[in-house]
């Protein structure tokens, strides 16, 4: 069921309208936001998908692949934008992002591969990369929908929480937390790559529409903060509050923090 939330700004005035849609558990959540992502390809069969990688999305990839599988979806003409690359992994190196999106996700449908976009993590200029990706994105028409994770730092991409918001796509150093908790995917805490390339705050929020997935009762409390508390380059999602068309799909144990402090954008989920 879907809900929309009043999300004031920190001056206090409600400046738009945030869906919810809370699904019983894992499955539910994901299949409710690849319909959201498959119902954007049917509108428009050569949108420009922001993609994301991490645990979360991986069901929702599994249901799309599904519907390609049964003839409901075609990403013939479909162009995708992902969110980061690890710096200094190759696409073939089995944590990369590039690697991921392949196994979990392109090789699966009938995406055209050049079609299919990440950050270079082996670029020798980052920032230069930064600015070719951004280019990018702005000579594809730029992102129809972004599809968003959320760190438990409140990181959206790799923007960690920082004194400022950084704009374009940039080199970023992880935080401690996020290496702590993407070291289940490597041999050693001590593999996993110190930064990475991420598409900038400017660059997720330039997004037509943001969706952002999240499940489990570890992501509750930083949910809610980036949705009700104040906004600011500490919570980096924090910043989603300012964007006109924003849905979040979680699972009720993400859902539980907003449920008990905000419970007036529960009403109707
Ligand atoms: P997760 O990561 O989906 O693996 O929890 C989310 C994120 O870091 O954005």
Redesign the pocket.
């Known amino acids: 069921m879907a809900a929309s939330a009043r999300v004031p700004t920190a001056d206090g005035k409600d400046v738009f309208s945030m869906r919810i849609i809370s699904a019983s558990n894992y499955e539910g959540m994901s299949r409710k936001a690849a319909s959201l992502l498959a119902a954007q390809v049917v509108f428009k069969r050569d949108s420009v998908l922001g993609l994301?990688?991490?645990?979360?999305?991986?069901g929702i990839y599994r249901c799309l692949i599904d519907w390609y599988q049964q003839g409901i979806l075609d990403f013939s003409a479909v162009h995708s934008v992902n969110?980061d690359e690890y710096c200094g992994l190759s696409p073939e190196h089995d944590q990369s992002y590039a690697y991921y999106m392949d196994s979990n996700f392109f090789r699966h449908i009938n995406i055209q591969k050049e079609n299919t976009h990440i950050p270079d993590g082996l670029a020798e200029d980052p920032d230069g990369e930064g600015a070719r990706y951004d280019a990018l994105i702005r000579s594809l028409g730029g992102t129809d929908i972004q599809l968003?994770?959320?760190?438990?730092t409140g990181?959206?991409?790799?923007n960690e929480p920082a004194p400022q918001f950084v704009k374009p796509t940039h080199r970023v150093e992880l935080n401690r937390k996020?290496i702590e908790?993407?070291a289940r995917f490597f041999a050693s805490e001590a593999d996993v790559p110190r930064y990475a390339v991420t598409m900038g705050i400017g660059s997720i929020m330039a997004a037509k529409k943001i969706l952002l997935?999240?499940?489990?009762e570890?992501?509750a409390e930083i949910l809610y903060e980036a949705f009700f508390g104040p906004i600011t380059p500490q919570v980096p999602a924090s910043i989603l509050q300012l964007h006109p068309d924003v849905t979040v799909v979680a699972d009720e144990a993400a859902l539980q923090v907003i449920g008990e402090k905000a419970p007036e954008a529960m009403k109707g989920c």
């Open positions: 994301a990688t991490g645990s979360t999305p991986l969110l968003l994770g959320i760190g438990h990181h959206i991409g790799f996020t908790a993407n997935a999240a499940n489990g570890g992501k």
